[in-house]
């Protein structure tokens, strides 16, 4: 998806007088752009900063030294003492100013030199000042485009647009541009991939501008997710903070925590060691600010349908807000862990063929789609994110929760309860026309949905121990992910026959499949 | 009573990579044996001969299986896809349709090069796929790898 230019070729010119700023008009119109003038500060300037906190921060105790004549001033040796006794002072300002102008011109120059432009075929970024890179990604790959506002981007009115490209680390990132102009873009690239031919039509509606700054920003705070172009889509699911903490606390992780605590009280009590407790309290921290990251970065959570393809958003302060488009799911896994059980929620996750777009807001893996819900919005997400089998939610809902026995699905023999206690009657296959269905587990109950025109291969492993038993096991692999698509333990004839089938299928709907141009019906 | 799948006329690979095979995993316990009877011969203890022999025992048994092993690599091309097998104790289908493979690799190790036999490797988007046919004569490899690419470029699929 990358490419370097020719060796041969002439480095790319300094980007001609027709390059403009983002946020004057449309930036998908196969031009060269810049980005947001605040980026310099937003990448790198922030460590800037904070080197410079640190040298005032040390320099103040010897300048209040020196001013209000400390105690230890005389004794101590430092910089500020040494600089004045040479009378250097006009060489250290000097230095000083000459290194401030050195690195704003770098940051100035990194930025004049970082610029892209979106063909109706290419996304390409060209950047760098020394050693140039140049980046091209095909509309036609996109695996979805990202969103992310880290908080402090979001003060300024900045966002960071990444566009995923199958494959590792093949994301094009285009750090930082404004916040309106990054949902604009991300819809004209959406719109120019999607095969539509009249991409100019969707001249986006002036965003409604309040006028004043200060006023947009802060509505851009409260209302992150807003595109002003689109109307805002609702989200399907609402996520009750209640519920997110509950999930947190039924989480096994919690069970061992509060175990651990109530036999060290006990044991510190018995041993009269009251110390013991102290040391409790790093671990404590370690373990509440993991829950509290988990829990700011759910608390926004946000899942709606656009015309071009999921949406999905995360974040309390940092928040990120990921389009998929239609086709771009590999595979769904709906679960439960064991203690949600008694709440009936249940995670959603799904693969996708992007991997270094794991980290979205907070370090929010981008392939948890629905971190914590019932089975009301199990329906809902799934209805979203397989379109195509809106119609067989019923049956979907019913192989979840299904105990096994008459619901369509081919379950493990009798003799195969060795090997699988609880769930042989649960555990088993199921094909639908759009879909294969993989069931596992009658404790942590799973199901995992791969859509037939993803399918990658399909492979049947049988071991020693499984040939005495005549039972095989099914893999359907798919891109890597999260979610693994196997089942064991199922009878061998039927395994046989079940791989040809779903290596037939997968034929068939891979050549039917036109989704990598959503919108462009039927034409190649 | 082995897996079969219904109407399969699998092709095999070439018997010398039998001798291939024999002869690299030859190597291989020559290098882990010695490498094992080094902490015995040095300290004398008898004990430990107890490592070297059990590994040389594994050896000599993966060293009896390999031409029942080699004999039941098996692919075939069938209309929309290539299958694969492999395995007797451990038995392994796959079916990779033709549109989905991104690239094919032809790869010779030197033992491999010395008896004229190639290595052709089946990479999709999913890693897990794991599809290599070792052991096909060069000339076959080739014209094997040029038709298979064709094939995939003829049905091109999206992911």
Redesign the interface.
Known sequence: MTDLPPPDAPAPAPPPTGVTAPGQDRLADGEWHRLHPATPLLRGGIAFVAILGVIIVNLRDIVIDIVFGGPDFDEDYNPVTFILEHDYLGLVVLGIIVGLLLTIGAFWLSWRMHTFRITDQLVEVRSGILFRTHRRGRLDRIQGINIVRPFLARLVGAAKLEVSVAGEDANIQLAYLGSSAADDLRREILLLASGTRQATDATAPAAASSGSLVTDRVNELLAPELDPSLAPPESVVKMHPGRLVGSLLLSVGTIIAVIAVVLVIVFSVQLEVGLVIFGLIPAAIAFGSYNFSRLTRSLRYSIASTPDGVRVGFGLLSTSNDTLPPGRIHAVQVSQPLLWRLTGWWEIKINRASSSSAQGAAGQANTTILPVGTMADVRKVLELVLPHMTGDIDLLERAIVSRGGDDGFTTSPRRAAIVRWFSWRRNGVAQTPGAVLLRRGAIWRELVIVPTARIQSVALNRGPFARRLRIAKVRVHTVAGPVSAYVGALDQDFAVEFFESVAHEAVAAGQADRSHRWRDEGAE | ?T????DTQWRRVSPKYIVVDLVGTLIMAVIVVGGASIAPAVSGNAWLWFIPGSLAVVFLVTLAVTPRRVRAIGYQLRE??L?FRRGI?????????Y??MQLVDVNRGPLARAVGLSELKFV??????G?TVPGLPEAEAEELRDRLVGLAES?R???
């Open positions: 009573m897996l079969e799948l219904p929309d896809d299958l104790l451990f038995q392994r289908f796959v079916s990779v349709p549109g989905r999709t988007a999913a890693a897990a796929t599809v049905r699929a999206g992911l």
